[in-house]
């Protein structure tokens, strides 16, 4: 009975440290298999951050490129805007130039035409100067003449005067001369009538006296002449 009581108790330790031994192995392959598990789903977790990774990754990598396209695009862009604005600024210094080459030709053509105005004006100054001086030049030669003339027409005058004065005394002294030959000739037309007792024609003595003198007088009359 002790036996049996002990071999029961012998199984019963057995079936216990069997039990126990199960239920270790249970527990060691429970704990291997979450230690898989975890590990099976830390390499999921791995995998899938690395998916997720490669994922942002090529997201990164497409925005990158991208934003390279975009950039290049946006350089590409400013260098045509670059090229259009210099090209602008090229037409704008070109049409500048022109303009000031047309402004300078304009001034250059001004100031001709001011220094001609200039040179007009000298000398139109220089011919009023030239036409004053001959103004005054002729004024004087007019005032000159005049003068000449005022003094040549008051000698002329002088001489008339002169002249007549002249012809004046010697119409009185040939009038003196013809009355005293008149009064000769009365004196001696009465003597002849006291000596002949004849009648002698006084009138016809003086008359004929008047047409001789009134002969002399012509040919001595200045104005006959």
């Known amino acids: 009975e002790k036996v ?10 057995r079936v ?12 060691q392959k429970q704990i291997q298999k979450e230690k898989y598990d975890k590990f099976e789903q830390k390499q999921e977790n791995a995998k899938l951050r690395a998916a997720e990774k490669r ?4 997201i990164q990598i497409q925005k990158t490129i991208k934003q390279q396209e975009e950039a290049s695009k946006l350089r590409a862009q400013r260098l045509e805007d ?11 210094i070109i049409e500048n130039r022109k303009k000031r080459d047309e402004q300078a030709g304009l001034i250059h053509i001004q100031r001709a035409k001011e220094m001609q105005l200039k040179m007009l004006e000298t000398d139109l100054l220089k011919e009023d100067k030239q036409q004053n001086v001959q103004r005054i030049r002729r004024v004087e030669e007019f005032n000159r003449l005049q003068t000449l003339q005022k003094v040549q027409e008051d000698d002329d005058r002088s001489e008339r005067i002169k002249d007549e004065k002249a012809f004046v005394r010697e119409q009185q002294k040939n009038s003196a001369h013809e009355g005293f030959i008149r009064k000769q000739r009365v004196k001696e037309a009465m003597n002849e009538m006291r000596v002949t007792n004849k009648f002698v024609n006084i009138e016809s003595i003086l008359g004929g006296d008047k047409k001789k003198t009134r002969g002399k007088e012509e040919e001595k009359d200045p104005a006959s002449h």
């Not at 216990?16 to 527990?27: C, Q, T, V, W």
């Open 82 to 92: 670059a090229k259009g604005t210099m090209e602008d600024r090229k037409q704008s």
């Open 4 to 13: 049996l009581k002990k071999k029961a108790e012998v199984e019963q330790n």
């Open 16 to 27: 216990r440290a069997a039990k126990r031994i199960a239920d270790a192995l249970d527990r």
């Open 55 to 58: 994922e942002e990754e090529m």
